[in-house]
Structures are given as C-alpha cells and as structure tokens.
C-alpha cells in the first residue's frame, strides 16, 4: 500500500503543467493519481486529496490552509502592521485595502459523501477562498473568495482586534504548504507569485 506521505506534488518539465510522483512513476492528472492512490478518497485523507486536486488545478497560486488558527493570527497581524489610513495605491498590495474574512468559514478539508470542501490561501494577495470539488470528477474545481467587512479606520482602528497569544503562537508551528491559483473573483488582478520551483520531473 502506498503510504500518503509519498506522494510529491512536480511539475512537468516538458509542458510546465502540474504533475504528482511516487518513487519513479508519474502521474499526469488528479484522476490518475486517485486510481493509482484510492486511500486518497478516504475521509482522514481530505487534507492530502485538497492538497493534490489544488496542485492539478491551480498549479502554486494557492495554499491550502491546514491550519486556520495560524492563518488568522498571520492574517491579522499582517493587518495590524499595515496603515490603514494611508490612502490606496496603484501597485502596492495592502490587506487591509481588501477587508478582513469571516475566520469561522476558514475550515480545514473535509470529505462528506461525495463532496471535498477546503479552503485555500491566495499565495500572491494572502486572501481566502472555499474550494470545493466532487469525487465525481475531481477536475472540476471550484473556488469563491471569501466575504470580506472593510478594516476599520481612525479611531476605530482598535476594533479590528487579535487573536490570543496561542493562536499568534500557531504561526510559527504552521508547516510550509504546496503552493497553489487565482479567480476571476479576486478584488484585484492576480499575479504569478515568486514561489521556488518545484523539481521537474520528466515525463514517460
């Protein structure tokens, strides 16, 4: 049986799209990966197969969050370092010209039933999104950006709040995820992040 944690996101030096390995076998696609990798489509697997469907679909423009205690805490403290009272401008990416999310919807993958639902973390702009895919066809993936409230200005800057020190804690144990893509829901025209590159690995 292959154990999950053998599984290495790559991407294809012949054509640049995303790819899987295992040892010396490649896999060009989420479906042939899951054939070769059923345990995939086990529940306490939702975070492995969120990880994969995201890499196939999106390539590294998205992270999957697997911890959303670290992510508020890293996304509120981001925000606590920004001006909000500085007016926008052209170029420069603030999150607090954005808004803050509703962290109760930033969840961890589960699948129930049929359904994969995740959420993921845009690796150029920092903001949420809910993905969401079926078994049925794991190549038809979804993501909506998450509601966002404007930040607060002048003197009402103090109620944007932090987290706990526990959770600010979280950040430092939050492990590197896959990188991951962009919608053309985003507030604000993505681009290609500066991620170090995966090893190509060639094709058969």
């Known amino acids: 049986m292959i154990d999950l944690s053998e599984i290495t996101p790559a991407i294809l030096d012949d054509t640049n799209a995303p790819g899987a390995a295992i040892g010396d076998d490649l896999y060009t696609s989420i ?14 697997a939702a975070a492995d197969l969120a990880q994969m469907v995201t890499h196939f679909a999106r390539g590294r423009a998205y992270r999957v969050i697997t911890d959303p205690q670290a992510f508020e805490a890293a996304y509120r403290s981001r925000i606590a370092s920004e001006d909000a009272d500085e007016p926008w401008q052209q170029g420069v990416l603030r999150l607090v010209d954005f808004g803050m999310p509703d962290f109760a919807e930033v969840s961890r993958a589960r699948l129930e039933g049929t359904s994969l639902s995740w959420t993921a973390e845009d690796a150029f702009t920092g903001l949420a999104y809910r993905g969401h895919a079926s078994l049925d066809d794991l190549s038809a993936v979804q993501f909506t950006a998450l509601a966002l409230t404007p930040v607060p200005r002048g003197p009402d800057r103090e109620e944007i709040g932090q987290p706990d020190d526990e ?38």
């Open 31 to 44: 479906a042939e990966l899951v054939a070769a990798v059923p345990a995939l489509t086990e529940p306490d």
């Open 167 to 204: 959770a600010f804690d979280a950040i430092t144990a939050q492990p590197e995820p896959e990188g991951i893509p962009v919608e053309d829901d985003m507030p604000a025209e993505p681009v290609e992040p500066d991620l170090p590159d995966l090893p190509p690995v060639p094709t058969r």
